[in-house]
């Protein structure tokens, strides 16, 4: 199941994650001329990570749009212009920004659709990172994926892997809903992988087991898929086969296929960056969980402060 | 524009006969006393041009042309309710009107209004959107990046603010620094401050502004001074509190601006009274049988609930 869809494609390039994800934004721009992105130094800077570096060139100032450091005010516009038939993408740079824009987000975004009673729709990506590994502190480190993944009207999309970035990243501009992209900042430039060229879409709220094994289930998200398969090696090697279970998305939450993984393997970590307290890693190990019809299901968590440890861990060992 | 104040107002005492007789849920806020601003400005635009409105919005979904059975039954949470029920008093929306929906976040609408602008202006569509909000909205963040913004990217919105003098049972006074227009020509902003009871004059200066915005000239800023003569909410009764009752008296008597514009209509000759008399004797027959509509309409089935959450 690694890397669905590779087999098939015509062209098949090794990218890193950051490059995925504008090529999914390129190609989604020159597919609807309705699709813009707005957000700080977007254009001719091409974001503070150099993301989107040359997009301005191609489709100009018009549609690749610098904004005043007013999050919460571009985010709004985005909103009206979702209504008004165009689709946005709304550039947050970084995930601790998401405090600012939290009512556009939350109150407006997210419940319009239901509150005209299905009449109006949101499609709109918000894009926000996420990761702590650059040591920028407090303030600009934080993993807040499960704030949006709390309230019903948002997607909320995680990916791991640039071959991920891409057919997430397109779904989610298609999609007739507020979707929520949570890009990992450490991956842009260290995560590669191969992409096709190719015009091609992932459904949301489909995981993705990463690795199959028999002995342990390791349901990670982000930045942590890649921990998890470096575990997963270090674990053959003392003989445990581990499965790796990427969820891609918060929500839709595929919790068919994390609930399967672990009843075949009766053991379970998980592992996820942001906090631990009423987070995303206790709501993953809330729906392994409901494996437990294998009465020796063994389940465990680690969250940032877990995660911290392991990493120091496997750099002292390595 | 006389009809239309008047449809309001006997919608909203309608309304408030509902709230108090305990058939409505949820809260609700009455327009009656402002409805010059809202018909003033509506009888302006387009169809497809956008509006959004606030918690105390009736008045502007109505002007915008919405029809008046179904936003009875959509305040009683009925089925047949422009939201099937789910978006209440303070929530009404309907695309066909270009309503882009009510908003009970004091503030929460103005980056919606210059969001659809911005998409007018893209898609070249020559739509403008009129963004409707309460004086209380000038505490917001929020609104002076939609100014800086509507005004930097030169988009067609107007920003309307109706100060009705109290930011709930707060004078606005005690929470206003500075000149309100003043804080919109800052952006450089077109500006203008009018009678909010005088129906005539809403709907000229909003002509010439709309027409500018229109015309790709920018966006602009107009407060229209108005009051409300009912509570913050229905349930807001004694209010002598925060404001007192002789002033409620002067602006009911003296400045009402259906009176005020009945009177014009007669003494420059274009109605007479029995005329006036006979569009609030139709108007009250319409009100009281689309609201006995919406009453006798069916509650949505409670499976319904959780529809709409996703598109």
Redesign the interface.
């Known amino acids: 199941m690694l890397n669905t869809g590779l087999d098939t494609a015509t062209s098949v390039r090794e990218l890193t994650f950051g490059d995925a994800i504008k090529e999914a934004i390129a190609q989604e721009m020159r597919r609807d001329s309705?699709v813009?992105l707005m957000g700080e130094d977007v254009a001719e800077a091409g974001t503070t990570f150099k993301v989107l570096t040359g997009l301005v060139d191609e489709f100009g100032k018009?549609r690749i749009i610098d904004?005043?450091i007013?999050e919460?005010?571009?985010?709004?516009?985005?909103?009206?212009?979702?209504?008004?038939?165009?689709r946005?993408i709304i550039d947050i740079m970084f995930g601790d920004f998401l405090t600012i824009i939290m009512?556009?987000m939350v109150?407006?975004a997210a419940k319009?659709?239901?509150?005209?009673?299905?009449?109006?729709?949101?499609?709109m990506v918000f894009r926000l990172t996420m990761g702590a590994t650059r040591r920028s502190a407090a303030q600009h480190s934080q993993s807040l994926h499960a704030w949006p993944s709390h309230i019903?009207?948002l997607?909320v999309i995680v990916p791991s892997t640039p071959y991920d970035a891409k057919g997430l990243f397109k779904a989610a501009v298609r999609d007739?809903?507020p979707c929520v992209i949570f890009e990992h900042k450490i991956s842009y430039r260290k995560v590669k992988g191969p992409v096709p060229e190719d015009d091609y879409v992932i459904p949301l709220g489909v995981a993705d087991v990463k690795r199959e094994g028999k002995d342990l289930t390791i349901i990670a998200t982000s930045s942590m898929v890649q921990t998890a398969l470096a575990g997963a090696k270090l674990c053959e090697e003392i003989g445990i086969d581990v499965e790796v279970v990427d969820p891609r998305c918060m929500w839709p939450l595929d919790e068919k296929t994390l609930i399967e993984s672990v009843k075949k393997t009766s053991r379970c970590i998980v592992m996820d960056e942001g906090y631990g307290r009423y987070g995303v890693s206790a709501e993953l190990g809330r729906w392994s969980a409901r494996a437990r019809s294998t009465t020796s299901t063994r389940r465990s968590r680690a969250s940032a402060r877990c995660t911290c440890r392991f990493r120091s861990a496997r750099r002292s060992k390595i | 524009m006389y009809r239309q104040m008047v449809a309001i107002r006997l919608f909203e005492e309608r309304v408030n006969d509902l709230y108090t007789r305990a058939l409505m849920p949820g809260l609700a806020h009455l327009y009656i006393g402002e409805e010059a601003i809202a018909c003033g400005i509506c009888e302006i635009l387009r169809k497809d041009d956008f509006i959004t409105s606030t918690h105390r919005g009736h008045g502007h979904c109505l002007a915008k042309g919405a029809s008046p059975d179904l936003m009875f039954a959509e305040l009683l949470g009925k089925e047949a309710g422009y939201c099937k029920g789910k978006g209440g008093s303070m929530h009404i929306a309907d695309p066909s009107t270009g309503n882009l929906g009510a908003n009970a976040i004091v503030g929460g609408s103005a980056g919606i209004a210059t969001g659809a602008a911005y998409a007018a202006k893209y898609l070249k569509t020559g739509q403008v959107a009129v963004c409707f909000f309460g004086e209380g909205a000038l505490g917001q963040g929020l609104l002076y990046e939609e100014l800086n913004l509507a005004q930097l990217w030169k988009l067609p919105v107007i920003f309307v603010c109706e100060n009705n003098g109290y930011n709930e049972y707060t004078h606005f006074s005690e929470s206003t620094a500075g000149d309100v227009p003043a804080r919109a020509a800052a952006f450089g902003m077109e500006t203008a401050t009018i009678d909010g009871q005088n129906v005539r004059e809403v709907f000229e200066t909003a002509s010439k502004l709309i027409e500018r915005a229109r015309n790709g000239e920018g966006p602009a800023f107009l407060q229209c001074i108005t009051y409300r003569y009912h509570g913050h909410h229905v349930g807001d009764i004694a209010r002598a509190y925060y404001r007192p009752k002789a002033e409620e008296q002067t602006w009911v008597t003296e400045r009402d601006p259906i009176t005020l514009h009945g009177e014009w209509l007669m003494k420059n000759k274009v109605a007479d009274r029995a005329q006036l008399d006979a569009i609030q004797a139709e108007l009250v027959t319409q009100m009281d049988a689309a609201m006995e509509w919406a009453i006798a309409s069916p509650y949505p089935d409670p499976s319904r609930v959780t529809e709409d959450v996703y598109a």
Do not use: E
């Open positions: 309705r813009v018009d904004t005043p007013s919460a005010g571009f985010s709004g516009i985005g909103v009206g212009a979702a209504m008004a038939g165009m946005p009512d556009q109150n407006q319009i659709h239901y509150m005209s009673g299905g009449k109006w729709k949101v499609p019903p009207g997607k007739d809903n």
